[in-house]
């Protein structure tokens, strides 16, 4: 099996983000000096995607333009001699082929994702959520690719989490097949005590086999009315192989507001422009405080 598309559900609400997504995409809060939704497709692209769909909803056609040409501010970088801005829009254009598709009624991830149905065909495809975005020094949905390629099976990207917190996502039922992969029985979403399978929780990124197109549309609604997921995956494990890739990296939640500031302070950290006057102000407020 070869993975070549992926798809990025990007049409949420954004209430977690709000007043500021009352009218930007929360995918197009800048980290720094990009996009949040950038830093994604950027890891979709290292790890080989070719195509990439884009769930969106009627209120963010934002990021239509942000990954399109805009020949008018080229021409005048270009006649400013900014050759790097340049050649970093132009960079940002032509990072994938790109498309899009709305999620006409908020109905759930399950249902945002069985809208890439057309796009998919028969193939395998990477799912890469637009509020996680992720640190590595190898792409983590290249991480989940490699172990569906190996094992010929759907893959999702898992970490341990406390115990205390896993009700807050997805537990997954897991038996290790080798160091840091696992197979995968079973799985339930934001689970009571007492349907905790394991503490380890799928985090952001999945790569699913065409069969999930199949349970999706035939999927009742689950948890808060909508279709989830993770109750699709929950059959899907039953009917296909399914493995749980313990990934390796960082994982930032910019869906809520202190896992954006967190991504926000940690790249800054690392940019060359702003990493050592952040140092310095940083040590400097804290003398203050």
Known sequence: MKVRKAVIPAAGLGTRMLPATKTVPKEMLPLVDKPAIQYIIEEAAAAGIEDILIVTNRAKSAMDDYFDYYPELETRLNQGGKDRELTEIRRVADLANIFYVRQKETKGLGHAIWRAKR???????????????????????????????????????????????????????????????????????????????????????????????????????????????????????????????????????????????????????????????????????????
């Open 119 to 289: 796009f998919v065909g028969d193939e395998p495809f990477a799912v890469l959520l637009g509020d996680d975005v992720m640190r590595s020094d190898k792409p983590v949905i290249g991480q989940l690719i490699e172990a569906a390629e190996k094992y010929e099976a759907s893959a999702v990207g898992v970490q341990q989490v406390g115990l205390d917190v896993i009700g807050k996502y997805c537990s997954v039922k897991t038996e290790a097949l080798e160091e840091r992969i696992f197979g995968v029985s079973d799985l339930v979403e934001k689970p009571r005590p007492e349907q905790v399978f394991s503490n380890y929780a799928i985090l952001g990124r999945y790569v699913l086999s065409p069969g999930v197109f199949d349970v999706l549309e035939n999927l009742e609604p689950g948890y808060g009315g909508e279709i989830q997921l993770t109750d699709g995956l929950s059959k899907l494990c039953r009917m296909e192989k399914m493995v749980a890739v313990d990934f390796e990296g960082r994982r930032y939640d910019t869906g809520n507001l202190k896992g954006f500031l967190e991504a926000t302070i940690d790249f800054a950290l690392e940019h060359p422009e702003t990493g050592e006057w952040l140092q310095d102000f940083l040590r400097k407020k804290g003398k203050e405080l």
